[in-house]
Structure formats: structure tokens, C-alpha cells
């Protein structure tokens, strides 16, 4: 199996495996995958600067930005417009709304990275990026994805909130619930042999069922 799916010159990268490398000029400068190991890390892409939806976006997400750094995450934004647009766009959007976006934007004009991260869907537009997102843990691991419609804006918190129940699953070894929150307990991971579950009852754990036990952290 390859890392990668192909789709009219698209690549869709897979959950649990390494995410494409890529190097590229930014608002802040050159980056890389690289420069963002040992930390997690969102890439995020937007149709086009200068547009309202992705506005909306940008400001949440740079206002939920020391957020993101307390939970060591850094964010990188990207669409296919060029470094002078990028530039142009936080400008406006600072003096416009009052909100300085503090992370960088990726020029990607030849839409490499793009196609790398299977951010163009041809049923959507050829030349722009949908609202793609992607969670990259610090070993360089794509841990999730995320795809919005042109037409719909995003959840910021909810990128908050998938963030923290990744790292409380790596951390603790369990997994969470329909819309858990910190503080909301957790489920343990279910037996997988017959011995344990007919034990499983007896763990000390809040079980319903031998498939179905959460505990508090």
C-alpha cells in the first residue's frame, strides 16, 4: 500500500501514516515539515484571500491562537494565492477588524502542497483549495482530517476540542466519547478475549456492559 491515494493529480494522504513532507515560502518565512517535529501541528487551507468565509475563519483561528500554543500546537495556514496576496490580506484584515494573524500562510501558487495534502477537489473547483485540516502529531503522524464545504465556515473549537481528546487518548491510553470534553469521563478500551471479559465487571470501572466501561481521569 502507498501512502498516498491518486485523484486527478491529487494525492489523499492516509490517517495513522506519515504526512507528506513539504517545503515552502510562507508569510514568516521558509518552512517545512520538519520544522515541526516534537510539536503538534494544524494545516489548514482556504479557498482564497480576500474572501468572507475564510476571513472568519483566519480571525477565530488567530484569536484561538495561544490556545493552540498552550496545547503545543502550532498552526500553518495555506491557499493558492501568492506570498504578496497573503501579506496584503492579514494587513487588511488588521486594519479592517483589529485581528493580527500571527501564524504563517503558505504561498503555494503551483499548488504543490495542495495536491500533496489532497486539498483540491475537482468537484469543488479545479484552481482552489477546499477547507481542508489536518491534525499532525510530533512524530510527523497524520492523526486526522477534516473537509468543509466553499460555502461553510469552520469550527474552530471544535479543533480545540479534537486536539485535546488526541493527546488525552495518547496520554492515557483510552478513548473518548461522542463530544467529550476535559473533565468528562473517559472509555476504556474493550476486552479482547473471553477471559477478560467475563473480569471485566469486576475492574472497578463504570460498566454497563463488558464492551462498554469509562472511568474519570
Not at 491515494?5 to 489523499?12: V, Y
Not at 469543488?124 to 510527523?140: E, M, N, S
Request: charged fraction near 20%; proline fraction near 7%.
Amino acid at each position: 500500500m502507498t501512502d498516498t491515494d491518486t485523484t486527478a493529480g491529487s494525492t489523499f494522504p492516509h490517517l495513522n501514516e506519515p504526512a507528506p513532507d513539504f517545503k515552502a515560502k510562507t508569510t514568516h518565512g521558509d518552512r517545512s515539515l520538519a520544522d515541526y517535529k516534537g510539536k503538534w501541528l494544524i494545516l489548514f487551507s482556504h479557498p482564497a484571500d480576500f474572501t468572507p468565509v475564510c476571513t472568519t475563519e483566519f480571525m477565530a483561528f488567530a484569536k484561538a491562537h495561544e490556545t493552540f500554543k498552550s496545547l503545543g500546537c502550532e498552526l500553518l495556514g495555506l491557499s493558492i494565492d501568492s506570498l504578496f496576496s497573503h501579506l496584503a490580506w492579514t494587513r487588511n484584515i488588521k486594519e479592517k477588524f483589529g485581528v493580527t494573524i500571527g501564524f504563517p500562510i503558505i504561498e503555494d501558487i503551483k499548488m504543490d502542497v495542495a495536491r500533496a495534502y489532497g486539498m483540491v477537489h475537482p468537484g469543488a473547483a479545479d484552481t482552489q483549495a477546499v477547507r481542508a485540516t489536518f491534525f499532525i502529531d510530533p512524530k510527523g503522524i497524520l492523526r486526522a482530517m477534516v473537509y468543509y464545504p466553499m460555502s461553510n465556515g469552520r469550527s474552530i473549537q471544535e479543533f480545540i476540542r479534537l486536539l485535546q481528546a488526541l493527546q488525552t487518548a495518547d496520554k492515557n491510553g483510552v478513548a473518548t466519547p461522542e463530544g467529550w470534553t476535559p473533565g468528562c469521563d473517559v472509555i476504556v478500551p474493550p476486552p479482547k478475549t473471553a477471559e477478560a471479559a467475563d473480569k471485566r465487571a469486576g475492574e472497578g470501572f463504570k460498566t454497563v456492559d463488558w464492551y462498554y466501561s469509562t472511568k474519570p481521569l
